[in-house]
């Protein structure tokens, strides 16, 4: 299994609401990544979690909130979202994190969650 | 703030023409730099990375090269065929998780 799959694949949400994107792989990998990408903009690092615990966060506003359950799971919770956070929110996994050479090997991705915030 | 620039940022190509096409990263606290393939409604897939300068890789019709001291990557595409229309990213890391990505070069093949 190569895959990294995400769900929702669409999810529309108010201003007001709480949801969760969900993200899970079953390679083993012990590097998970948040990415936002918005139209004609490269994707843009938000986190990464390397053996379950947070490494980097870039920034991020804390109405997203990152968890990282177990090793196969990622999961980012919304809140309190603006209608600029509309955007397609990618998930990505690698084999090995930074303390073993992580960004030396490949990240598998998934097909992203398109949200729209209304 | 780190640049990854990539050009073109379109192309369109005859069906069987070869074309090329370039990324640029910061020369300094280079550890890999990744190639990405993304076809319009599919995840994003890796090409290649890579770590060494003077690197060559190749994948079938696709090839890369990658000169770290000045900074620069090539993806070639050999006798382009529909199914390699996509957006190509090329990706730059100093050595964290972080990638840092380019805005892409969107392929188009005529045919």
Same mark, same amino acid.
């Given at each position: 299994?190569?895959?990294?799959?995400?769900?929702?694949?669409?999810l529309?949400?108010?201003?007001t609401?709480?949801?969760?994107?969900?993200?899970?792989?079953?390679?083993?990998?012990?590097?998970?990544?948040?990415?936002?990408?918005?139209?004609?903009k490269?994707?843009?690092?938000?986190?990464v979690?390397?053996?379950?615990?947070?490494?980097i966060?870039?920034?991020?506003?804390?109405?997203?909130?990152?968890?990282?359950?177990?090793?196969?799971?990622?999961?980012?919770?919304?809140h309190?979202l603006?209608p600029?956070?509309?955007?397609?929110?990618?998930c990505?996994?690698?084999?090995?994190?930074?303390?073993?050479g992580?960004?030396g090997t490949e990240?598998?991705?998934?097909?992203?969650?398109?949200?729209?915030?209304? | 703030?780190?640049?990854?620039e990539?050009?073109?940022?379109?192309l369109?190509?005859q069906? #069987?023409?070869?074309?090329?096409?370039?990324?640029s990263?910061p020369?300094?606290?280079?550890?890999a730099?990744?190639?990405?393939?993304?076809?319009t409604?599919?995840?994003p897939?890796?090409?290649f990375?890579m770590t060494?300068?003077g690197?060559?890789?190749?994948?079938?019709?696709?090839?890369?090269?990658?000169?770290?001291?000045?900074?620069?990557?090539y993806?070639?595409?050999? #006798?382009?065929?529909?199914?390699d229309?996509?957006?190509?990213?090329?990706?730059?890391?100093?050595g964290?998780?972080?990638?840092?990505?380019?805005?892409g070069?969107?392929?188009?093949?005529?045919?």
């Open positions: 299994d190569t895959e990294v799959t995400q769900t929702p694949k669409h529309v949400m108010g201003m609401n709480k949801k969760s994107l969900k993200c899970e792989q079953h390679m083993g990998h012990r590097a998970m990544y948040w990415y936002k990408q918005k139209a004609k490269p994707p843009e690092l938000m986190f979690y390397s053996y379950e615990k947070l490494s966060n870039e920034s991020v506003p804390s109405r997203f909130s990152p968890e990282c359950p177990n090793s196969s799971l990622l999961n980012l919770h919304l309190a603006q600029e956070d509309s955007a397609l929110y990618l990505a996994s690698s084999p090995r994190a930074a303390r073993t992580g960004s990240a598998f991705f998934g097909q992203g969650t398109r949200l729209t915030v209304v | 703030i780190l640049n990854v990539q050009s073109p940022q379109s369109h190509v069906e #069987g023409d070869s074309t090329n096409f370039t990324c990263f020369s300094s606290n280079f550890y730099l990744h190639w990405y393939r993304w076809e409604a599919k995840s897939e890796a090409l990375v060494l300068n690197d060559e890789k190749k994948k079938g019709r696709i090839s890369a090269t990658l000169n770290t001291k000045e900074g620069y990557s993806l070639y595409i050999k #006798g382009s065929q529909p199914e229309s996509a957006t190509y990213l090329c990706a730059f890391s100093s964290n998780e972080k990638l840092t990505f380019g805005t070069t969107r392929l188009t093949i005529i045919p």
